[in-house]
């Protein structure tokens, strides 16, 4: 079954630790993205990836950090830095294609206790 | 990226029409056009795709006017079950790189 699968669906962490959020895609899509969306609130990009060993900040990187050894995976740590962590994480594979199409996982929602 | 302009929420009722407009004033030549639907709790999920005229598909359709400044989305005879938020986006591509930036979205309430 393809598909893009994100765990845990749902995490907590205390305040002053990082935390490691999963996300595995069986597509062989070449991209990979991590978003953040808040409640009421559209999705911002946080980091992305077009390809093994290589990606990018987006609008708001600052407290997160990713790697993409393989191309199945792109695991997001929010670390201590990041001042307000609680809220809704999501990931998404594509093609590199101007016609792409993303899937998303069904998301990890991140409370700060 | 081009810009996209939306509403920021729409109601209808069952059975009704919605016709949600999405503004892409700076659309690139090369840039389609995609949208996206969202349960909450959910990621979003691809609806559709044109780069111009009109695409039709199972459960919408994207009409594309020939300057492609702009496009709607048409949910016919929608049911309590499109109540979501819609996404607009247009084009993937920024200083090289692949990215799909969202908006806001626009929030459609269906009522019974």
């Known amino acids: 079954d393809g598909g893009i699968t994100q765990s845990p669906k749902y995490l907590f962490r205390k305040e002053g630790q990082n935390v490691t959020l999963s996300c595995e895609q069986n597509l062989n899509h070449d991209a990979m993205y991590w978003y953040r969306q808040d409640p009421g609130q559209g999705l911002r990009l946080i980091y992305y990836?077009?390809?093994?060993?290589?990606?990018q900040k987006g609008d708001i990187a600052e407290g997160y950090s990713v790697s993409r050894e393989k191309k199945e995976s792109f695991p997001l740590t929010v670390t201590s830095a990041q001042k307000n962590p609680t809220a809704f994480y999501l990931c998404?594979?594509?093609?590199?294609?101007?016609?792409?199409?993303?899937?998303f996982g069904q998301g990890t929602r991140l409370t700060v206790v | 990226l081009a810009k996209t302009t939306q509403p920021i929420s729409m109601d209808s009722y069952e059975g009704q029409e919605v016709n949600i407009t999405c503004s892409h004033n700076n659309i690139a030549t090369n840039d389609y056009i995609t949208w996206y639907q969202q349960f909450p709790s959910q990621g979003p999920r691809f609806i559709i795709q044109g780069y111009k005229t009109k695409v039709t598909n199972e459960v919408a359709s994207l009409f594309i006017p020939a300057d492609r400044k702009s496009s709607t989305l048409s949910l016919p005879r929608v049911s309590l079950s499109d109540t979501a938020v819609y996404y607009c986006l247009v084009g993937v591509m920024m200083d090289s790189s692949y990215k799909l930036i969202f908006g806001s979205g626009t929030r459609l309430l269906v009522r019974p």
């Open positions: 990836s077009q390809i093994v060993n290589d990606f």
């Open positions: 998404a594979s594509s093609v590199v294609s101007m016609n792409t199409e993303a899937f």
